[in-house]
């Protein structure tokens, strides 16, 4: 076994303090049952998803370039033949907080909906124009209730 020796002689100690670091907006709770509000209002029959259409969702929100090629498929031909999403935990973790919250609600055949508080919620943001989800407000409208869920769950489980 080799050693290494210390390479600064002088210095006896070494001392690491702990900062703070902002955590990402992607990780944040609130950013994420914002989301989830928001489709569940603007891409869902009666306000009502499955995880795996909300899981569907949030992996679409994450890529720029990602939404482009979802975008023209669902124009040009099936966006199901990518036969593949990411499940994300924070998903599962936001829609705790949300229904902790009761922003939403599980139903008997446990999907998750919207309730009269969630309701609220994602219209004050859909009206704020100076909203941070603006992007994703815009390409949440555009897509629209065109990703039904019957065909989500034939084509990808």
Not at 126 to 138: H, I, P, T
Request: glycine share 2%.
């Amino acid at each position: 076994m080799r050693t290494i020796d210390f390479p600064f002689k002088a210095i006896d100690k070494l001392t690491f303090s702990p900062r703070p670091q902002p955590l990402p907006a992607s990780l944040r709770p609130l950013y994420r049952i914002a989301l989830i509000t928001l489709v569940l209002k603007t891409n869902c029959q009666s306000n009502t998803a499955s995880m795996l259409k909300l899981q569907f969702f949030n992996w679409l929100l994450k890529s720029s370039s990602l939404q482009e090629l979802i975008e023209d498929r669902l124009t040009h031909q099936s966006v199901f033949t990518l036969e593949l999403i990411h499940l994300d935990p924070m998903v599962t973790l936001a829609l705790k907080y949300a229904v902790a919250d009761n922003l939403i609600s599980v139903t008997n055949n446990s999907k998750y909906k919207l309730t009269d508080k969630g309701h609220k919620f994602a219209d004050l943001i859909l009206r704020d124009e100076q909203s941070v989800l603006a992007g994703e407000r815009r390409l949440l409208i555009r897509i629209g209730q065109r990703v039904p869920e019957e065909r989500l769950r034939k084509e990808l489980l």
